[in-house]
Structures are given as C-alpha cells and as structure tokens.
C-alpha cells in the first residue's frame, strides 16, 4: 500500500511539472485539429549585448509571450541582472509596446504582447541596465491573420543532428565566453626555449667593506625583501680576531688622526717663526690629510657595533652569499640588491632559423608553471641583440629582449617562447584556450545558436601562444567557444539538463 502510495506521488509531481512546462499560450489555443505553433528561436549579437529570445509565432488577437536572454559580452559573458528591457512592435500598422522592470531569473525577461493586425513587422529591444544601454532589433517578424495561417507557414523540423543543448543558466554559471572567428594579421612563430634574466644596470653587488665576521642586520634580511638606499643590510665585527680586525683598524685609525692633527696644528704655530720650515708645515699637511681620510672612510659606517654595510640602492635582496657569522674578506661579495624594473627575455633559437631572425619583431613567451601568456609588445619590449654566429658547439643561436616587469616576473624562470615572424594578413585564428584535444585531433564548439553548440573538428596551423590559426573546420562569421569548451563538452556526456522555464 506505500509503494502505491509513493508512486502515485511521484506521478502527481510529474504531471504537475510537465503542465508547467508547457507555454501558457497553449490555454488560450484550441489543440483540436492535433497542430500547436512551434516556438521561434533568436540570437543576436551587439558590441555589448546577446540577445536569445523564444516566442511563439505571432498571431493577431492572441498573446505571445517572450522568454529574452540578455547576456553582458566583453570579459564577463554574465547575464543582465537590473535594469529594465522595453519590447517595441513596430510597422506599417502602427506600434505597441510592453515593458519588464526586471528580471524573472537572472539574465531572463519575461513579456507578453498581444498584436492588433497582421503585416510584416520589426521587433526592437530597448535595454537599460545600470551600467549601459543598448538596442537590438529583429527585422522582417510576421504577424499572422489566424493562428491556421501561422501553422501553415511553419517550416518541417530539420532536426537536430550532432546539435549540443548547452542552455543559458549553464554557462552564466561558469567562465564563459564565445567570440566570431575573423580573418586578421597573424605572425607566423618560431617555438623556442627562453629565460629571464635582470637587465643590466639594475642590479648591484654589496660588498664587505672590511676584514671580520659577518652578521645580518635584522631577521628581514632575506632573499626577496626590499631594502631601501642606504638601509644598513649586514654588518662587520672583528670579533676576537687578532688579523685585520676592523675593531681595532678603526682606533689604530682614530689614533693616527688625532696624533696627525695636533702635529699639523703645532706646526702651523710653530711655522710663523721660522722653528720648522715651510717645507716641514707641507709634510705635516700631507700626513693629516692622509691620516683624516683613512679615518673617514673607517668612521662613515662604523659604530660601536661594527662597520655597517648598506645598500646603494632601493629594491630587493635577490641572492645572499654569506651566512650569519661567516668570515669575510674585504671586496668580498656579500649580496645582489635588484630593482627589477626591467628584464631581458634571452631566447635560445635553433641554428636553422638564423636567416629568420631579422625578421623578429615581437614575441609572445610563457613561464613554466605559469599558464598566463605574455606579450613582449605589452611589455614595452625591445630587440637588443641577435646572434650572428653560433659558440662553441651549440645549435642554437640567441636573440635578446628589454622588457618592463609590470608582471611580477621572476628573474632565473625558464620560459616557452613563440618568436612572431611573417605575418599573414588575412589568417583565421581563434584563442588556443578554444581547441579540446581527442587522441591527437582537435576540436572547438561552434556556437550555432543561443542554447545550440556544434562540435567541429579542425585542421590548425602556427600558434603564437595565444591565439592559434584555423585552416579548416569553421569559416569567417561562426562564433567559437573560447572559454568553457570543456564543460560543454561535458553536457553531451552526461544527457541531462537542468530544469528551466523557457518559452516552447
């Protein structure tokens, strides 16, 4: 008796769905001649807006209802949210309108109109978001006398073949985008392997500026900290040693300077009455001047502490050579400061495209682990070398960019480098993001209408790391997937869709 019970629930619940399901309009249509109106699709395209709207056709005296999509193009393919969508009926009998505030679902505005008389008509969106307006019109939309009239100008379904249903709610809820393929200027590359290096001039060595036992200036320092010029980085203390110990250089210093400079001052005293010579005064001078700039140098960083080591320049610790406590030698290296402005993007070519290399303009590179692409033309980049002969036993010859770091680029990284050479000026080209790869074919979704996909497979040509060129498989005009390939991909796996009020 329960499992009665639960199954005539469960057929209560969907024969509840399945009249929901159905278009309204049906309540005002008589089905007894067995024939219905098939709902009309259309989807439209501005700079700014997609529009995919389903209505039934238009018969005068009965209300259509109209299920309009309204998708933000640019960066975002996010469905419109606020504003409010005006929908003009316009021709040569007259015009009417209908207004929706807001949205029913996110992206979806629902409007009904009744039209008066028949004639050939044009539908016009007029929408009004927060953010922008925008203005879509579908041309050449009949109105028919009687609903017979518009079932008899139905066209036969040709049915849908290999057509993906990807529908609206799915791809608001991803990352999301499709652009129309179009004939460009596009570069043929060079694939080679490249890394970043610091430009010259943007780097300094700190050195030890004396004999003794290093030590950090702070627990800071480290590499990859900033520093500022100036700021004291390490300091030098002589510690227990008895060898150029800069403890006691600097009162050895101090000593001789002050030994020198009273000298010098009796003899300035003394030289007025012919005691010392003038000569005699010239050789005490020479001693002071000598004694005050050895102490000087000593006395500019020292302090009781030791002789401080500072940077001479702003920006960050790159590499450390010492470690805390470790004797160190005058000249000796202690560390790399770099201000990481700008870089050099070293390419390594191989030999068989040296006659190419004049011909290099620009180049698009990727670093490992990173899955962003960049552009040394974004980067204000700049050819400064090419090789002109190949060292030693190498294949490879080398080309070398100036590029600005905007992008955190790590100097060291090793990178995959698309050289732009020729550049065709009329290649169809997609972003790579677009292609799924199946046992070695490649394949986009063509987006054939607002919910319909076709899966196509292509034939590809050079890639310049962001965009790759199309020598067959679609043509100038189709739109591709660009973004979410992959989850259309899965809605023909898995054959369910979510649960929708659309107007059919």
Request: with cysteine; hydrophobic share 35%.
């Amino acid at each position: 008796m329960n499992k009665l019970l639960a199954a005539l629930a469960v057929a209560t619940v969907l024969f509840t769905n399945c009249e929901h399901s159905h278009d309204d309009n049906d309540k005002d249509h008589s089905h007894s001649d067995g024939q219905e109106l098939e709902a009309l699709a259309y989807t439209l395209y501005t700079e700014k807006t997609e529009l995919f709207v389903e209505f039934k056709p238009l018969v005068a005296g009965m209300e259509t209802r109209f299920a309009a999509h309204f998708t933000m193009l640019g960066e975002s393919f996010l469905p419109v949210t606020e504003g409010n969508i005006t929908l003009k009926l316009t021709g040569p009998n007259g015009e009417q309108q209908t207004v929706s505030n807001e949205p029913s679902n996110p992206g979806i505005f629902r409007l009904a109109m009744t039209p008066q008389k028949a004639g050939a008509y044009t539908l016009v969106f007029n929408i009004k978001t927060p953010s922008y307006i925008d203005t879509i019109t579908i041309d050449n939309v009949q109105v028919y006398a009687d609903k017979q009239t518009a079932i008899g100008a139905q066209k036969p379904d040709a049915g849908g073949g290999n057509e993906i249903t990807y529908l609206k709610e799915q791809a608001w809820k991803i990352e999301f985008a499709n652009q129309p393929v179009k004939a460009k200027p596009f570069s043929e590359v060079i694939r080679a392997s490249g890394k970043i290096l610091s430009a010259p001039g943007d780097e300094r060595v700190i050195v030890a500026g004396a004999t003794g036992i290093v030590l950090f200036s702070g627990s800071g320092v480290a590499s990859g900290s900033e520093v500022r010029a100036g700021e004291t980085v390490f300091t030098i203390i002589g510690g227990t040693l008895t060898g150029s110990n800069i403890d006691a250089r600097f009162k050895e210093a101090k000593t001789n300077f002050e030994k020198a400079e009273t000298e010098y001052n009796r003899g300035k005293e003394l030289a007025p009455t012919n005691i010392i010579s003038q000569k005699e005064l010239l050789d005490l001078k020479i001693k002071y001047d000598n004694a005050q700039t050895a102490f000087n140098v000593l006395a500019k960083d020292y302090s009781a502490g030791g002789q401080r080591i500072s940077s001479p320049m702003g920006g960050f610790i790159k590499n450390i050579f010492v470690v805390q406590g470790q004797y160190v030698q005058e000249g000796q290296p202690l560390a790399v400061v770099s201000q990481n402005r700008r870089l050099v993007l070293r390419v390594d070519v191989p030999s068989n495209h040296f006659q190419k290399l004049p011909l290099i303009a620009s180049a698009n590179f990727k670093i490992a682990g990173d899955e962003s692409t960049y552009s040394t033309t974004d980067l204000n980049g700049k050819i400064v070398s090419f090789g002109k002969s190949i060292e030693g036993n190498s294949p490879f010859v080398s080309i070398t960019f100036e590029i600005d770091n905007k992008n955190g680029i790590i100097p060291g990284a090793f990178t995959d480098v698309y050289l732009k050479t020729n550049t065709l000026s009329n290649a169809l080209a997609v972003p790579v993001t677009s292609l799924i790869e199946e046992q070695g074919h490649f394949f986009v979704y063509v987006q054939t209408a607002g919910e319909s996909f076709e899966k196509r497979e292509i034939k590809t040509g050079s890639s310049d790391g962001q965009n790759i060129q199309i020598l067959s498989g679609v043509i100038e005009g189709e739109r591709v997937v660009t973004k979410g390939a992959y989850q259309v991909k899965l809605a023909t796996m898995s054959g369910a869709l979510p649960a929708h009020g659309h107007e059919h």
